[in-house]
């Protein structure tokens, strides 16, 4: 038998659904699971849009152009005038979904051997995207004591060798939530120009913003034009992930001529997703007024309700649907597991997304979970009782750190 | 400025789209442009799939399972039981169009380096995606004379070395229509049997065979479980390419689990391309029939119009909806220029992808070109008839052969 490649065997199983054989388990005994472990909403997508596809009058599903309807990126052009981006439409992409947007970036930009810095915890599959291109991430471990604030640019410098070609950040991020500042952008708009790298910025959650805080693209760093490239997606921003449309920005037209060519090898982005991403634009503001108050109100509640248990940390982002919670266990995913698989309080428990695969460094984010709050406040709340009371319960709590001696 | 990858350096631009420019002079000039340099059929999408779409009932427009959904999957391989390939539909996985498929494969099955041996002409973006994978394709020259037949397999065994992995075919073949018989697919099996080689085929044209030919999938090749991996689409069957829905089909289960974690990787493939999907799996008989008369006439329309112009030859094809020509001109990529910038036929011109494209050897089919024969009869006429009167005025024609002294 022909064997796989080593990229395969590296390629991590996703975090975020490596434990759904334990959901299905507690499923099957009859238990009510909240499932906090993935960024699905159960938003509605807008209305303007589902009607949109409801009345489409296509004779034949075409292939568009390979980037995108034409009409399509002059829309979202005036959508980033709208949020104060300046660009073209010729310097936009469409793409499937962010995620093909980011592979399309890897490509064109690393070779095999490649290295790029990304501050951690951060998106999981941003391992896989690194896998497939051959690039090697560097991780600059964040703090769960500051809230995942940027580490210090020393710390980014100290990792920069002879193939460091990029930084990448992801903001608002997922999973911390946390929304940079300018400041904290600045920075690193100044170490990228300082060793010529590129910047990678995935700012998919850029309407998810809180507490009057701004969202600050790095498309509006200056001095970056030949450096700066934005990772979008329609996904979050109307709930409806499954429309894999996303979009790659740069200014830098050697990427957008590069990244056009891996575009017309996969022919097109799906013809239906982007006449439901095109519509989406006419999304009244009222929609994501609505939708911005709830996720307030639903971060709030779980933000409290976690710090309310004994022995959990959990900050409050400025940011996305996503927080991290340290926990007083010492194996997390053993701990997620346990409550599927052994636990449940009035016939309900919890899924949950183990931190660990979303850390590089081996042991980091061992005790910590990421939780999405795209459920109810109801949920949320009967999801925290639910983990209050399996810690109460969890038989093997901080049992290992037990036999760790006091110095 | 930082710069862009080796891997972008070598990505070929698309040989199907780089006249592009030539054709909006052409349309720029007043031309009517007859578009044969695309496989994008002028065939409706079947009526109850836009009538399914219409008719969606979707609240939110959520992500799948990384593989598709359970439903379609047990649909396909129904689907693939009616058409005598007998699979589960946990081997099966549903990917963004057959491109995604064939990379998917590619990066699960080859390390940088690694070969696969390809019989040319072959689909132009085999070699996208092998850049993309890091893989060398090697190819093995096929014959007008023969009408594309599978080279010998003498000559595929000469090109083995240490780094084959696998050898890939399209069947029915685009460029060429060439539809492999039942023996030639066992002189593969062999072959890739004593190397144990990977043997990967793209078989998305299987409902487009004439004359009462049999398509062969490799799927029912004898002792191939573990070597062979179909590529699929819907792109091409029920003529909606921009739905964008594949699918990847092995009885391999390393290979299974190794893809799935690349699908999981990109999350999931689009929802709404596969409600269309789903719904196509419905779609009567009768649709075909029609489809498949249509395409038998406008290929013999087609193959009869080009060979009665002198100094033109076309074989006929069995199969998909493509035929490759070979024309009295030394450049045809000059030739395809030419005639959309400089020449008009009562207003009238042709677009075609110059056939060197589709080879890796430099300079093998140089005076080809590829029809695809997706416009409807009256216009293939019009356009053979623009081609006939061209060829007479071309000032360039066989002018460098002309130089060559006769043995």
Same sequence: chains 1, 2.
Avoid at 72 to 88: F, H, I, Q
Avoid at 145 to 155: C, H, Q, V
Avoid at 327 to 339: S, T
């Amino acid at each position: 038998m022909p064997g796989i490649s080593n990229k395969a065997i590296q390629m991590p199983s996703s975090p975020i659904r490596k434990l759904v054989p334990y959901a299905e388990t507690a499923i099957n005994q009859g238990k009510k699971v909240f499932f906090l472990n993935i960024g699905q909403p159960d938003i509605e997508t807008p209305k303007n849009v589902r009607d949109k596809i409801a009345n489409h009058n296509l004779k034949v599903i075409e292939y568009s152009h390979s980037a995108g309807f034409e009409s399509y990126r002059k829309g979202l052009a005036k959508y980033y005038e709208g949020v104060g981006v300046d660009v073209d439409y010729e310097q936009i992409l469409v793409t499937t979904g962010g995620s093909e947007a980011l592979q399309f970036a890897f490509m064109s930009c690393f070779d095999e051997g490649d290295e790029v810095i990304i501050p951690e915890p951060f998106y999981a599959n941003y391992n896989s995207f690194s896998i497939s291109a051959g690039v090697k991430v560097v991780p600059v471990t964040s703090k769960i004591e500051n809230g995942f604030a940027l580490p210090s640019i020393e710390e980014f410098e100290k990792r920069i060798s002879l193939r460091t070609k990029g930084i990448m950040i992801c903001n608002p991020g997922n999973p911390t939530g946390y929304l940079y500042t300018k400041e904290e952008l600045e920075k690193l708009r100044d170490l990228v120009l300082k060793y010529d790298l590129y910047l990678f910025a995935d700012e998919v959650y850029r309407e998810f913003c809180y507490d009057g805080k701004e969202h600050h693209s790095i498309m509006n760093l200056e001095g970056l034009a030949q450096h700066a490239i934005m990772i979008d997606s329609v996904s979050k921003r109307y709930s409806m992930c499954g429309a894999r449309i996303g979009a790659l920005v740069t200014r830098n037209k050697y990427v957008l001529e590069t990244v056009l060519k891996f575009a017309q090898a996969r022919l097109s982005p799906p013809t239906l997703g982007q006449i439901a991403g095109e519509e989406a634009l006419n999304t009244p503001q009222s929609y994501f007024d609505e939708v911005i108050a709830e996720y307030v109100e639903r971060r709030n509640v779980l933000v409290d309700a976690l710090n309310a248990i004994p022995g959990v940390r959990c900050p409050k982002p400025s940011g996305a649907f996503y927080v991290i919670a340290e926990l007083p266990v010492e194996d997390a995913e053993k701990f997620c597991e346990w409550i599927l698989e052994h636990f449940d309080y009035n016939g309900k428990t919890v899924m949950m997304a183990p931190a660990n695969g979303f850390y590089s460094m081996p042991d980091a984010g061992a005790n910590q979970v990421r939780l999405a709050y795209v459920l109810e406040k109801n949920h949320l709340i009967e999801a925290a009782e639910c983990l209050e009371n399996a810690l109460e319960k969890y038989p093997y709590a901080m049992e290992e750190s037990a036999k760790i001696p006091t110095l």
